[in-house]
């Protein structure tokens, strides 16, 4: 075998065409990492969004929260459904909770920014048991206070102790939460009865939230729903409901790969050329290699191999400079209405994919001028 | 001189068909992809900054989505001084069948049909015969071109929208003409007196789109109309269509700001494999351009020469990229094409002919930037260097 020396030396030598060929492959894969890295931030939210516990109820017909209303009646008939948990002085652990999103007018700006709304009932606490106040204190009902998740405090620029207009009314900020990095930490939580009286809805509700004894039960609940003659509802298990919420992301992960994809085709014929490019300065040194007694095959690897060289090197700093993107926090609409706060996620899976892709790359653009060394004839060429 | 000079950069770019062909098949496809990519956010960029929507104004319920603006209302905000012509809204989202899949989902947006063409964007080019026919017929519906091919459907198809709202109600549809390819290419038009008899939703509209004679009065209007309807129960809101637009914008902005880094990437990956050639042609050509030299060429016209190739190659890539891609956008908005998941997109933001000729400018454009460094390294070629090493 050709020593992988002589390849490295070679791709020193011609540093500046293996720098700019390397960078092609940099930035194709860095910007495939950042792609990814945002599919998978919302992805993430949506699927670690709900607990395994818990059935979210909707109106019949409905699949989000923003468009559902149901009544009293139909909430009361929720709560008292066999298998709904028991709290500690024997209330059903059921949520009755109205979801809106509102215009929030910036008086500075003069322009309107969507707020999402959530009216909660203290037992709300104990049905999302995720919730954690990280500042401040909870909410006391009737006093026109909320409390504001993570995303919100960032996205809003609100704190402890501001007041946020929403509507006509002024609330006042009584605590931030986090929820695990879900959904509910781009929410604003109030006290439902002050918010449908604000907003005229009082007695109706989008959703009720019923907590079970385990993810097993949640399931039987909703199987039980489901085929329930007298209460027509649409339920699903918490982290079906929010999972339903990232399937548009398929969409944009599909147009990830699209773009990708043909990104890499010009890197494959970046590559080619330069590897075209190398033979051609080299074919005294492949015809000395050929007398020396180096098979065609030992050669066509070794320059497939200083393909591979090119895409590893532009791949790893592609990766590296990608992944710079994680944590990194920004907001995004997903579904009809709703936004959600998320992070950019570099996965393990992100990176072996990235990785992969750049190596395929290397391959696929090295293959083709390395079997043209095949064909040189050594006496032709040192002539 | 100028057709010899063209016959030698011709000449020049024939030497090596391959590094030529390889060169201008990666720009090629770059310059198609990047043609794609801008022609999405350029079109969701123009809608947000539409001039000529600035006559338009939304109103709606101030503080909560999804509005509902009174139907009492409409006559009083609809006869304004200034108003020229207006509309309401409605959007009724639901599923084509039961099995309630995401790719089942549609939404109707239901408004006055006499004035569809006049009151919303995107409608331009909609067929005469088609609004004719929605008049004529109460429960019409006309049809996004996607929409139609989605569910294989033609005109006359009579289909059920289970729509999603309170209390659930499934409405019966007659498919009267097609909507032209665009924004609305996944979605239907159908008139409000049918939903109201439909639906026995008669209390209320999602907006009203007014059209107002100037952008003086536009503005003088909508903050009129805002400080009138602020305290009423339910309180209005009033904004431009662009505005409103941008709203909706924002949210999406961090996936357009994604899309922007990526399309600027494709630029910078190109210029690389533009410039990278160019440069190991260069390299391969220093005796040639010694020779050059020694027939009388300055180093201007050597450096002319090589960006002159650059720009060639990139133009005509470039030029053939983003014809391709017009022409597949075409064969898919006229029906020629089946309907896959690759091409689905392209019914909503279809790519024009003209898309043809950016391509040629920012192919040449790519040529001119990746040729600056390989040029100037020509231009400064040593006549005596060369000719020492042979010797």
């Known amino acids: 075998m050709i020593p992988l020396k002589y390849n490295a030396r070679n791709l020193v030598v011609r540093w500046k065409t293996t720098l700019m060929t390397a960078s092609g492959f940099t930035l194709v894969v860095a910007a495939l990492v950042v792609m990814l890295a945002f599919v998978a931030g919302v992805e993430q939210v949506c699927t670690t969004s709900g607990e395994l516990e818990n059935v979210i109820v909707l109106a019949k017909g409905n699949n989000d929260e923003v468009f559902s209303q149901m009544d009293t009646r139909l909430a009361k008939e929720l709560e008292n459904f066999p298998g709904v948990a028991r709290g500690s002085i024997g209330q059903p652990l059921a949520s009755r909770e109205m979801f809106l999103v509102v215009h929030r007018l910036l008086e500075q700006e003069g322009v309107f920014k969507f707020l999402q709304i959530r009216g909660v009932m203290p037992v709300a606490f104990e049905v999302h048991t995720g919730i954690d106040l990280i500042e401040g204190r909870p909410l006391r009902a009737s006093q026109s206070e909320v409390i504001i998740g993570k995303g919100v405090q960032r996205e809003h620029q609100l704190n402890v102790g501001d007041q946020v207009d929403i509507g006509r009314k002024k609330w006042t900020v009584a605590g931030v939460f986090t929820a695990g990095g879900s959904a509910f930490e781009s929410e604003v939580w109030c006290d439902l009865t002050e918010v449908a009286s604000q907003f005229r809805r009082e007695g109706v509700y989008s959703s009720v939230v019923l907590r079970t004894e385990s993810s097993e039960s949640a399931f039987d609940l909703t199987e039980r729903l489901k085929a329930s003659r007298s209460i027509v509802c649409n339920p699903k298990t918490e982290p079906e409901y929010y999972a339903k919420q990232a399937e548009q992301m398929q969409m944009l992960s599909s147009a990830t790969w699209t773009i990708a994809w043909f990104m890499g085709i010009g890197a494959i014929f970046g590559v080619m050329n330069t590897m075209f490019a190398a033979i051609g300065q080299r074919r005294k040194d492949i015809a000395v290699l050929r007398i020396m007694g180096f098979q065609a095959h030992e050669i066509l690897i070794s320059f497939l191999l200083e393909a591979i060289l090119i895409s590893i090197i532009g791949g790893g700093l592609g990766i590296a400079l990608g992944a710079g993107i994680n944590g990194f926090s920004r907001s995004t609409a997903v579904g009809g209405v709703r936004e959600i706060e998320f992070a950019f996620r570099v996965t393990e899976g992100t990176v072996i994919f990235a990785a992969a892709f750049s190596l395929g790359m290397g391959v696929l653009g090295g293959l083709l001028p390395a079997l043209s060394v095949v064909r040189i004839q050594p006496l032709e060429a040192l002539r | ?391």
């Open chain 2, 1 to 391: 001189m100028l057709y010899k000079f063209a016959i030698l950069v011709m000449k020049s770019l024939g030497r090596n068909k391959l590094r030529t062909a390889l060169t201008g098949l990666g720009v090629m496809v770059l310059v198609a992809i990047y043609a794609v990519v801008t022609n999405v956010t350029s079109t969701v960029k123009k809608k947000v900054n539409a001039q000529g929507e600035q006559t338009r104004l939304i109103v709606s319920e101030r503080w909560t989505m999804p509005s509902r603006v009174p139907l009492r209302y409409v006559p009083a905000i609809t006869g304004q001084d200034g108003v020229k012509d207006w509309t309401t809204i409605n959007f009724l989202a639901g599923f084509l069948d039961e099995s309630r899949r995401r790719d089942r989902q549609a939404i109707c947006i239901v408004t006055r049909p006499d004035n569809l063409r006049e009151m919303h964007s995107g409608l331009e080019d909609i067929d005469p015969a088609a609004v004719e026919a929605l008049i004529d017929r109460k429960d019409g519906a006309i049809v996004g071109p996607g929409l139609m091919k989605t569910m294989g459907w033609q005109v006359g198809q009579r289909f059920t929208l289970l729509a999603a709202r309170f209390p659930p109600v499934d409405v019966q549809f007659t498919v009267v003409g097609t909507l032209p390819a665009g924004e609305w290419s996944n979605a239907f038009f159908a008139r409000h007196d049918y939903y109201m008899e439909a639906t026995n939703d008669r209390e209320a509209v999602n907006a009203i789109l007014i059209e107002i004679s100037g952008a003086e009065r536009a503005k003088e209007l909508a903050a009129n109309l805002s400080l009138d309807y602020e305290n009423r129960q339910p309180s209005l809101k009033v904004e431009t269509e662009s505005a409103g637009v941008a709203r909706f914008a924002a949210r999406g902005q961090a996936i357009l700001q994604i899309i922007d880094g990526v399309v600027l990437i494709l630029l910078i990956d190109m210029v690389i494999i533009l410039s990278n050639s160019i440069s190991i042609s260069v390299r391969e050509r220093r005796v040639e351009m010694a020779v050059l030299k020694v027939l009388g060429f300055q180093p201007l016209h050597i450096t002319l020469m090589i960006i002159a190739e650059a720009m060639l190659v990139g133009a005509l890539a470039g030029l053939v990229g983003t014809a391709i891609v017009s022409l597949l956008s075409q064969l898919t908005v006229s029906g020629t094409l089946p309907l896959y998941n690759w091409n689905k997109f392209l019914l909503q933001f279809p790519v024009p002919w003209s898309a043809a000729l950016w391509g040629l400018l920012i192919g040449a454009g790519v040529g001119l930037t990746g040729s600056v460094l390989p040029a100037s390294s020509a231009r400064s070629v040593k006549v005596s260097d060369v000719f020492s090493r042979i010797a």
